[in-house]
């Protein structure tokens, strides 16, 4: 059996629908803070919190648990510059919280949602797994302190981690029935297709004065079925009795906010305005990863690995759910 924390938001939501598509027997644990319990569907539900430690040992017995995939904390860079209380509390404390219960209960696996932004700001080349992880977020560091204690973990306790480190999750589940609800929305493609449906005057570019092909910054888009079958195949190499490891997940290719807000005027067909405002703190230029060491180890390879195709299946959910999961 399966523990998803954070299993109730985005990413969470869709690794947990496609582990059960396999198959797989999964408990979704949340605390419903910024996740959806419409997300979650028929699977098990538990609400709590990752600070629960009683909770955690207490559920992992009742369903047996034999792995975790750890996916609860906040993740907006913004608000973890203004607030780093909140995001140490929660993603750094919770977190430990979290391997003690697992500790307490005998689980052994974890794979874990670490992200781009523990690599900072790198230069326009392909980021590897052994680019330098120099934070510029609060964000950023506390997801390298996590992938630091699992690693001590690892070496005194011998719990088992896959660290999977993202760079911008997109898209949503084909079926068109989950998908991105952020409250307020910060991520660009939701924020451009709100503009697409009129729910916003128009989408306002982060600067145009980088040092990148058009000026406005590049990132790496991976469809979120993609990120989710980079667990299921992680959480397998584990129980195969694979060793600690870590692995970027990206498809790339890196593409230009200019190019994004194109590319969603041409599957949407609507002439979405957009216009030029001040940078946003924070930003690295460019973000693009070698997911080569995933591909190469694990077998795993992007199916949805066109822009047009990640826009056209957030366009799906984003117009027939104008308002996310609020009916
Ligand atoms: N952007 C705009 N206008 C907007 C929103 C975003 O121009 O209204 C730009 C941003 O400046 C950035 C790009 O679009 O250049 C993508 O921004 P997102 O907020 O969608 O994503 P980020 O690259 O900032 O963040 C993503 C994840 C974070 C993670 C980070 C790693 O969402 O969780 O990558 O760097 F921490």
């Given at each position: 059996?399966?523990?998803v ?14 582990l ?11 605390n419903?803070?910024?996740?959806h ?53 929660n ?15 005998g689980?052994?696996?974890?794979v ?62 084909v ?49 979120i ?42 599957v ?51 117009s ?8």
């Open positions: 059996m399966i523990l924390t954070g299993g109730a938001g985005y990413i969470g939501s869709h690794t947990v629908r496609e059960r598509s396999r198959g797989a027997d999964v408990v979704v644990y949340d419903l803070v910024t996740g319990i419409e997300a979650v569907g028929s699977a098990p539900f538990v609400k709590g919190d990752i600070f629960d430690k009683e909770l955690l040992v207490k559920t992992f017995a009742e369903y047996k648990v034999d792995s975790v995939v750890h996916f609860a904390a906040y993740s907006l860079v913004g608000e973890s510059m203004s607030d780093p209380a909140k995001y140490y509390r993603n750094v404390a919770g977190t430990l919280s979290l391997l003690d219960a697992m500790l307490e209960a689980v052994k696996y974890l874990f949602s670490s992200s781009a932004a523990t690599y900072g700001d790198t230069g326009d080349g392909l980021i590897t797994e052994d680019s330098p992880q120099r934070p510029t977020s609060v964000y950023g560091q506390t997801k390298l302190m996590m992938e630091q204690f699992m690693s001590d973990y690892d070496k005194a306790y011998g719990m088992r981690y896959v660290a999977l480190r993202y760079f911008n999750a997109a898209g949503a589940h079926s068109g029935e989950i998908g991105e609800a952020h409250k307020p929305e910060s991520h660009l493609i939701p924020i451009i297709l709100q503009a697409a449906l009129g729910q916003r005057s128009h989408i306002g570019i982060f600067g145009d004065d980088y040092p990148t092909r058009d000026g406005t910054c590049i990132r790496d888009y991976i469809h079925t993609d990120l989710a079958d980079a667990h299921i195949r992680a959480l397998d190499y584990l129980k195969n009795g694979g060793k600690s490891t870590y692995y970027n997940l990206g498809n790339g290719e890196g593409f230009s906010v200019k190019e994004v807000i194109e590319t969603a005027r041409r949407t067909g609507i002439d979405i305005p957009a216009r030029v405002e001040g940078r946003r703190p924070g930003d690295p230029a460019t973000l693009v990863a070698s997911s080569e060491k995933i591909k190469r180890e694990l077998g795993w390879k992007p199916r949805f690995d066109s822009l047009d195709e990640i826009v056209a299946s957030a366009w799906k959910w984003h027939t759910h104008p308002h996310g999961f609020e009916k």
